[in-house]
């Protein structure tokens, strides 16, 4: 912080294009309060992962009910808090796409996954038949 008190005039830690970094910029808020405000909002992303973690420890969840609510949670989530630290601008066209891509994108790691689960499950039982 006490360094961006120096260069708080060459560094903007948002985008400045973004619905956030416009109204920043155009009631001239002071650097370190940006700064501040950007920490608070990434931490608020890290830990809306690190929760978000927490669902597939939940034994009694069907992996189906676990992936569709980390999925909700993610995407629901993330997405206004991105907003929020400036890294998105605010137009429908660009979240419409934004969740196509993430949905996509989440379906294809989940089908590596399972995919993956599934062969070590299927090498566990092969090993247990053989004891």
């Given amino acids: 912080m006490i360094m961006f008190l120096i260069l708080a005039q060459s560094y903007m830690p948002l985008n400045t294009h973004s ?3 416009q109204w920043i910029t155009s009631h001239q808020i002071h ?3 940006i700064l501040a405000y950007c ?3 990434w931490f608020a992303i890290g830990i809306l992962f690190e929760v978000a973690s927490y669902i597939f420890r939940k034994a009694e969840w069907s992996l189906l009910r676990a992936t569709l609510t980390h999925y ?3 995407c629901l989530g993330f997405i206004p808090l991105a907003t929020l630290s400036g890294w998105f601008p605010l137009r ?3 979240y419409l796409e934004l969740v196509i ?3 996509f994108i989440y379906l294809l790691v989940w089908v590596f996954s399972y995919w ?3 062969k070590d499950i299927e090498q566990l039982n092969q090993e247990l038949k053989h004891l």
Wanted: charged share 15%; aromatic share 10%; proline share 0%.
């Fill in 101 to 103: 891509e993430f949905s």
């Fill in 116 to 118: 993956k689960m599934k």
């Fill in 19 to 21: 619905a956030v970094g």
């Fill in 31 to 33: 650097g370190s309060i």
């Fill in 39 to 41: 920490l608070i909002t």
């Fill in 92 to 94: 429908l066209t660009f």
């Fill in 72 to 74: 909700a949670l993610t």
